[in-house]
C-alpha cells in the first residue's frame, strides 16, 4: 500500500467513528480505534513516512498558532480531524516496524533499530502534546464573569472525535515506551528523571478516572496498562523507592504547582500551615477568573493527574514536600463548584490516608480542613438540585468521617472528637433532615450516613435520641411507607443503630417505638402486593424488635407482660413480637 491508501484507510477509519451513535464507542473493541491487522501488514517499510508525518503536523500546529484570531469552527474541525489521522496513521506505522522488528530479531536492519534514542523521545512528545492539549479547549470550564471572552462551544461531534483520537494516541504511546525500554541507558540510575518521563506519566495519569469526559474505557485500559509498566513495574525492577518518589515530586513541580500558584487560601500560610489570623473573604469576581484558576478553566486535566499522584506518595514524601500538597488540595475542595468539591472529598481521602494525626494537628490544618468541609452540609434542595446535593453529600459525609478518625486517633482524648461528630450530627444529619426530608432520595441518603456516625458516637449519641427517633417512626408510621422500599429500608436499619448504641434509655420511648414498628408491619400485611423485598422488610422489623426486647430485658421486667397483652389483643402480631 502507498502512503495515499493507508490515509484513505485511516479517513474511513474515522468516518466510521463518526457515524456510530453517540455513547457507542465504549462498548467498542480495539478494532474501532486502530487499522486493522491485516491493513497494517501491507505496509512497507515506514521510517521516512513516520518522520515527514510528525513533521508536517508541527508545521501544522505552528501555523495553527499564527492564525489563533480566525474562529471559523469549520477549520477547527478540519485541523482536528487531520491531527486524528495523523495519530492514526502513526500507530499504524510503528506497529508496523515492532512488527518487523520481531521479524528481525537478529538484524539490525529494522525501522526502530535504525532510529535514534532522541527521535523516539520527539514522538513521545509529539504525541503527549497531540492528546493534553485538546481537553483545555473541549471539556475546560466557562467562567461566566468572562463572557465577552468565551469561545465558541465545542460540539458533542468534536469531543468525539479527540476522545477516539486520545484512546488511538495511547496505544501509539504504548509502543513507543516498548522501544524506549529496549534501547540501553548510559547510566543505571539517573539523578534527575527525564522530562519526557514527567510529560508522559502526566498524560498517562490524566486518563486514570473513567469519570472523566475526555475519558473511554478503553483509553483508561490502556493508560493504566502503561502506567503500571512504568511506574508500579519499577518496583519489579528494583528501581530505589526514592527514585520513584522523586519521579512524583516533579510532577508535582513542574506539571502541578504551576497552574495552583494564584490558589492563595486565606487560611493557611505559604508554608502549608494554618494562618494564626485570617478573615474569611467573600466569593469575588476574582475567585472565578481565568487566570487565577487555569486548573478549573483550561488545563482540567490536572485534577486527575493530581489524585494519582497523591495516591502514591509516601508518609515520608509528603512530609518533604508539604507545601507542593496543601495549596492544590485546598483550592480544589473549597472551589465552588460542586463537582470540583466532589472531587476534593476524594482527593483529601488520599491524603488522610498517608498522613500521621501529628502532622494535623501541629499544622493546625484538620481544622482547615473541617471548617471547608462542614459548609457542604447545606447543599441542600431546593437551593441546590437534588442530583447534585446527593453527590456532594454521598462525598462529604465519609470525608468528614476519615477527617475526624485521622484528628483523633484511638488512644486520644475523647471529648474533641465527640464534639466534632455531635457537630456533624446536629447540623447534618438533623438539620438536613428537617429542611428536605420530603426528598425521598435525601432523607434515604442522610440515613445511610447516620449509621456509621451513630457507631462512632455509641452511648453519647443519647442526647439526639429525641430526635432521631422521631426522623425516624415517622418513616416506619407512614401509611405509603411501602411504596418506598429503599427509604424504609434504611430507616429500620438506622433505628437498629439507635436501639443497639443508646439501649439504656430506649425503655423510656418504647411505646413509641412499638407503635412505629406495628404501624409499619400492618401496612405490609394490608399490602396488596406481596414479593421477597417485602418479606425482607418483615424480616428486618422481627429484628428490631428482637433488639428491643434485649435492650430491656435487663431494665425493664414488665415488658414481657406487655408483649403478651398487645398479642392478646391483637393476635397477628405474634409473628412479629415473638419471633
Not at 211 to 225: F, I, K, L, V
Not at 372 to 397: F, G, H, K
Amino acid at each position: 500500500m502507498n502512503p495515499i491508501q493507508i490515509r484513505a484507510a485511516a479517513k474511513k477509519l474515522i468516518h466510521d467513528q463518526s457515524s456510530t451513535p453517540g455513547g457507542e464507542e465504549e462498548e467498542e473493541t480495539a478494532c474501532y480505534y486502530y487499522l486493522p491487522e491485516a491493513l497494517v501488514t501491507q505496509i512497507p517499510p515506514a521510517e521516512n513516512q513516520l518522520n515527514r508525518l510528525i513533521t508536517e503536523d508541527l508545521q501544522l500546529r505552528e501555523t495553527h498558532c499564527d492564525d489563533d484570531d480566525d474562529d471559523d469552527d469549520d477549520d477547527d474541525d478540519n485541523d482536528l480531524e487531520r491531527i486524528h489521522e495523523d495519530v492514526v496513521l502513526a500507530e499504524a506505522y510503528l506497529r508496523k516496524d515492532i512488527e518487523d522488528d520481531d521479524d528481525c530479531a537478529t538484524t539490525t536492519d529494522s525501522g526502530l533499530r535504525r532510529r535514534k534514542r532522541s527521535d523516539l523521545i520527539q514522538m513521545v512528545e509529539w504525541v503527549t502534546t497531540r492528546i493534553l492539549v485538546p481537553p483545555s479547549r473541549m471539556f475546560g470550564r466557562v467562567s461566566a464573569f468572562h463572557a465577552d471572552t468565551v469561545p465558541a462551544p465545542v460540539s458533542e461531534k468534536s469531543r468525539k472525535k479527540w476522545r477516539a483520537m486520545s484512546t488511538t494516541g495511547l496505544r501509539l504511546l504504548t509502543h513507543l515506551h516498548h522501544q524506549l525500554t529496549a534501547e540501553p541507558t548510559t547510566t543505571a540510575s539517573a539523578p534527575e528523571p527525564p522530562p519526557d518521563l514527567l510529560l508522559l506519566l502526566s498524560c498517562l495519569a490524566t486518563f486514570t478516572d473513567e469519570r472523566d469526559p475526555w475519558t473511554t474505557p478503553q483509553a483508561n485500559r490502556d493508560a493504566q496498562r502503561l502506567l503500571s509498566a512504568i511506574y508500579d513495574g519499577a518496583a519489579r525492577t528494583q528501581t530505589p523507592q526514592q527514585d520513584r518518589q522523586l519521579l512524583l515530586v516533579r510532577v508535582l513541580e513542574r506539571s502541578i504547582k504551576p497552574l495552583f500558584r494564584k490558589a492563595n487560601h486565606p487560611a493557611i500560610t505559604e508554608q502549608g500551615r494554618k494562618a494564626i489570623y485570617h478573615v474569611p473573604r467573600p466569593i469575588e469576581q476574582v475567585d472565578v477568573d481565568i487566570e487565577r484558576k487555569p486548573w478549573k478553566f483550561q488545563s482540567v486535566h490536572v485534577v486527575t493527574v493530581f489524585r494519582w499522584v497523591l495516591g502514591r506518595l509516601r508518609m515520608d514524601t509528603l512530609v518533604g514536600n508539604w507545601p507542593l500538597v496543601i495549596p492544590p488540595l485546598l483550592a480544589v475542595l473549597d472551589d465552588e463548584d460542586v463537582d470540583f468539591k466532589v472531587k476534593g472529598c476524594e482527593l483529601l481521602d488520599s491524603f488522610l490516608r498517608i498522613t500521621p494525626s501529628s502532622l494535623l494537628q501541629s499544622t493546625g490544618l484538620g481544622e482547615v480542613f473541617h471548617d471547608a468541609l462542614t459548609p457542604c452540609l447545606a447543599y441542600l434542595p431546593a437551593l441546590t438540585p437534588e442530583e447534585e446535593s446527593l453527590r456532594l453529600l454521598n462525598a462529604v459525609y465519609p470525608a468528614l468521617m476519615e477527617l475526624t478518625r485521622a484528628r483523633y486517633p484511638e488512644g486520644q482524648a475523647l471529648e474533641p472528637k465527640f464534639r466534632c461528630l455531635d457537630d456533624i450530627l446536629r447540623v447534618g444529619i438533623l438539620r438536613g433532615y428537617s429542611q428536605a426530608g420530603e426528598h425521598v432520595q435525601v432523607g434515604e441518603m442522610l440515613f445511610n450516613h447516620l449509621i456509621p456516625i451513630v457507631h462512632e458516637m455509641g452511648i453519647r449519641c443519647v442526647k439526639h435520641l429525641k430526635d432521631l427517633l422521631s426522623f425516624l417512626l415517622s418513616i416506619l408510621s407512614n401509611p405509603f411507607s411501602t411504596s418506598c422500599l429503599p427509604l424504609l429500608n434504611t430507616a429500620i436499619r438506622a433505628l437498629d443503630a439507635v436501639i443497639l448504641n443508646c439501649w439504656p434509655r430506649i425503655g423510656f420511648y418504647r411505646g413509641n417505638i412499638l407503635k412505629g414498628v406495628i404501624l409499619c408491619w400492618k401496612s405490609i400485611k394490608e399490602s396488596e402486593v406481596d414479593n421477597e423485598e417485602l418479606r425482607n422488610v418483615e424480616r428486618s422489623l422481627q429484628k428490631t424488635c428482637s433488639l428491643i426486647r434485649a435492650a430491656l430485658s435487663s431494665t425493664n421486667a414488665n415488658f414481657a407482660e406487655e408483649i403478651v397483652e398487645l398479642i392478646t389483643i391483637d393476635p397477628g402480631l405474634v409473628d412479629l413480637l415473638r419471633a
